[in-house]
């Protein structure tokens, strides 16, 4: 397939990106070599910090599939969960890590040196299904590791309660208590709570960096959205509040200067939806008509804040609104949420990434499309696509749709191509 | 004695919109769920009429516009109705959380479809003390969120209900165990419509209908043994013919692991102190949906399934897109195979069934079975 060039005017710190990712999962080989308990856990809650707090290697299959799609290992992962019965209809997400480890693992030239085998997984009932799904199923494959099954009430955001934290509460208890049990390591709650004052900062420096957005020229697009790795993988060290100021600092250099990321920007986009990790190129695309995508629904991921002096109640809040804040459990504080960020950020349209490997992110993206049309007037196209199996997408149909889209915009704006 | 006739829940199905929309029209509200895992009992006690939502094979237009192709055609179905009016008569929908799906579905409903509550109960998946704390407090919300639209659930009126649902899943069962046992001359396709009225009929008026039914059948035994005895698993089936199609293959179908069947009534009921710790017991000893429990948790209980329903088969009669289900079948595949029950997968699309294929590809899977 063919891909979309190179955007010419990178951050410096997309070059600094690389060596975190590099850094992240030579730490992780080295620990499972001296020992030191590797746990894999989903994405995107309060888990990570315990885990760096007691000094145990948190690894993230699911954060593993955006890198195989990058290096394109997803098409014989997708082979081998396909041969196993796992249907070409579920989430790429879950089709590509089963096919990875299911298949041959590590094997040599895997990019990163691969994954470390877990000594623990800590397993879940909450999130979406596939989410789910994929750590029952890495449960099975790794019958060695020790498994802690932890719950989170799937509730829209708006429709939290304090009964749903106290049960979060509860179930964080239960997981600090088993990681004690079984790797005997104590928490020790001074280190908790300046993990969590890390993690706060870079909540903090996340929401500065998308501030910035609101510049024309922005001064950073959804083409660097890479840099929401250290979100993922670093949340809760040193590490992330290092990258992220050094970032910050960059993007508010530019916005200051007018930097933008190309010559002239005439139209600025919106994403919705998870971007085709097989081409982030596809951005660039919108270049040469002069179109930058400014911003995104999954940014707004870690758009929260958390109390280092409450560690617990922090985290378990974390875990309950992370889900919640990018999937149909909450399509009213999404649509919302993208309403503000499309009207911030002087938002022209909106582009709509149906996405067939991911339905919570998708449902809800028609009704999206109706409130900004009339509550913004900011039109909106439909591009079909997946984030995972480029088998699920046509470039030449995103190019029609985008060129026409992208003319339309221009001539609204009453510009010229 | 009452005649042995299948005909009153097969009119209960057909005029279940008239009635509901007179029981709506004369102020009794009617409030819809799409999964079974919806606390249906605590409905019915604040006073309000749960009804199943059905898909019922309705061709997709409208539903088109705000839903993308890849999501289950039951619930596509269900919105295209609802988008039509054909739930006119319902207050609003009030679920389980069991899939991202249904999940999505109630909101999206709830932005394109006028009602009084939407409200989705996040249910716990692990039975703790924690976890029946959390349940209470979810249900009580759901109690408050039910007398915001008129309803008064109290102790009593719970204990009622949950006798109620209690007795018509009970009753349900025994028909069951009696068309396992060869007495019962009644296909699969009609047994689910019996079970089809119980989702669209108030069950104050369900069970009289069901008791003098299955009184009518005990009286009346008749074996009815041909056919290869197979398992259907699967979610949702509202269409009956599917069930005919399978059975005038040449099997028979012996048990099923469907939410239109075995697992919305099993077991009928929870033991507890108070009327709602009977209610979560219940929820916690479900038979399981794939949504609910991990695959390897629960592939040994439908090969338990299988094998005490004497199934030489299973067919999975799965809703094309449903990841629950797709997700769970390579586990629950390998498990029945080691057991020595082999396994048929059929999706169902939102065009349809292809009659003609599917009673090809089944009898080429009987015809392997009696290999
Ligand atoms: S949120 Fe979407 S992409 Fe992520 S695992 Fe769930 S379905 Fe897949
Ligand atoms: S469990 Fe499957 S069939 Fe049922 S609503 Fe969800 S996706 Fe549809």
């Known amino acids: ?417 | 004695m009452t005649a042995f006739s299948i005909q009153p829940f097969i009119e209960a199905v057909h005029d279940s919109r008239e009635r509901l929309a007179a029981l709506a029209s004369r102020g009794r509200k009617v409030l819809g769920y799409f999964c079974t895992y919806t606390p249906i009992e605590f409905i019915h006690a604040a006073g309000f009429v749960p009804v199943r939502i059905l898909g019922g094979g309705t061709p997709i237009e409208q539903a088109a516009s705000l839903t993308p192709t890849f999501i289950c055609p039951y619930l596509r179905q269900a919105l295209e109705r609802a988008l039509r009016g054909e739930y006119g008569f319902l207050s609003g929908v009030v679920q389980g959380y069991t899939c991202d799906v249904a999940c999505g579905l109630i909101n999206i409903w709830e932005l394109n479809v006028p009602g009084d509550l939407y409200h989705t109960v996040p249910l716990p998946y692990q039975d703790s003390p924690d976890a029946r704390k959390y349940f209470r407090q979810a249900l009580r919300e759901l109690g408050e969120r039910l007398a915001d639209i008129g309803g008064r659930v109290t102790d009593a009126s719970l204990a009622a209900s949950l006798d109620l649902y209690g007795n018509i899943r009970r009753r349900s069962l025994d028909l069951y165990r009696l068309r396992s046992q060869g007495r019962l001359a009644l296909s699969a396709a009609e047994l689910l419509s019996v079970v089809q009225a119980g989702l669209v009929t108030p069950p104050e008026d369900y069970l009289p209908m069901l008791e003098a039914f299955v009184e009518a059948a005990e009286a009346r035994p008749q074996a009815s043994e041909r056919g290869v005895p197979v398992l259907v698993s699967g979610s949702v089936i509202d269409q009956p013919w599917v069930l005919e199609v399978i059975e005038a293959s040449g099997a028979r179908v012996v048990g099923d692991d469907l939410c239109t069947g075995l697992r919305a009534f099993s077991p009928p009921t929870g033991r507890g102190g108070d009327p709602t710790d009977r209610l979560m017991d219940r929820h916690f000893r479900r038979f399981p949906c794939p949504a609910r429990m991990k695959a390897q948790e629960r592939a040994p209980l439908l090969v338990d399934l299988a094998k005490g329903s004497r199934a030489e088969g299973v067919i999975f009669l799965i809703q094309k897109f449903c990841t629950p289900h797709l997700a769970d079948l390579p586990v629950v595949m390998e498990a029945l195979e080691a057991a020595g029950v082999r396994g048929l997968t059929v999706e169902m699309e939102e065009t349809g069934l292809n009659e003609g294929q599917l009673r090809t590809r089944v009898e080429s899977f009987l015809e392997m079975l009696g290999d």
């Not at chain 1, 002096?309 to 804040?325: F, G, N, T, W």
């Open chain 1, 1 to 417: 397939m063919e891909k979309a060039k190179k955007s010419y005017k990178r951050l410096r710190s997309a070059k600094e990106l690389n060596r975190v990712v590099a850094e992240f999962y030579l730490e992780c080989h080295e620990a499972k070599a001296r020992g030191k308990p590797v746990g894999w856990m989903p994405p995107m809650n309060g888990v990570i910090e315990i885990f760096y707090a007691m000094d145990l290697q948190p690894v993230f299959p699911e954060n593993w599939s955006p890198v195989c799609a990058a290096f394109g290992l997803a098409p014989r992962n997708f082979e081998v969960s396909a041969g196993m019965g796992f249907s070409r209809d579920l989430c790429g997400y879950l089709r590509n890590i089963v096919g990875y480890v299911y298949g041959p693992m590590n094997e040599e030239g895997t990019p990163l040196g691969g994954l470390p085998e877990p000594d623990l997984i800590i397993s879940a009932y909450g999130g979406c299904v596939p989410a789910m799904k994929i750590l029952h199923t890495l449960e099975r494959r790794f019958p060695e590791a020790k498994v802690h099954t932890s719950e989170l009430p799937q509730v829209g955001y708006e429709k939290i309660r304090p009964y749903h934290l106290d049960y979060c509460v509860s179930e964080t208890h239960r997981l600090i208590e088993w990681l004690t049990e079984t790797t005997g390591r104590k928490l020790d709650y001074d280190r908790l709570k300046e993990v969590v004052r890390l993690s706060d900062r870079a909540c903090e420096l996340w929401d500065e960096i998308m501030s910035y957005r609101r510049f024309i020229p922005t001064p950073i697009s959804a083409a660097e959205l890479g840099v929401m790795f250290v979100m993922v993988t670093r949340q809760g060290t040193q590490v992330a509040v290092d990258f992220l100021t050094g970032l910050r600092d960059e993007v508010k250099e530019r916005a200051e200067k007018g930097i933008g990321m190309i010559e002239e920007e005439k139209l600025r986009l919106f994403w919705d939806n998870i971007p085709m990790w097989y081409n982030m190129g596809l951005f660039n695309y919108f270049e040469k008509m002069g179109g930058v995508v400014v911003a995104e629904t999954y940014s707004a991921a870690w758009s929260m804040r958390l109390d280092p002096d409450k560690p617990i109640e922090s985290l378990a809040r974390k875990s309950l609104v992370s889900y919640p804040m990018v999937s149909c459990t909450s399509i009213k504080k999404r649509r919302d949420m993208v309403l503000k960020a499309c009207r911030d950020f002087h938002i022209d349209g909106a582009v709509l990434h149906s996405n067939k490997s991911c339905v919570p992110i998708t449902l809800g993206q028609m009704d999206m499309k109706r409130a900004l049309e009339e509550e913004l007037g900011i039109p909106s196209v439909v591009i079909d696509g997946d984030h995972m199996d480029a088998n699920n997408f046509s470039v030449a149909q995103f190019q029609t749709r985008a060129d026409a889209f992208m003319e339309m915009l221009l001539e609204k704006k009453g510009l010229t191509p």
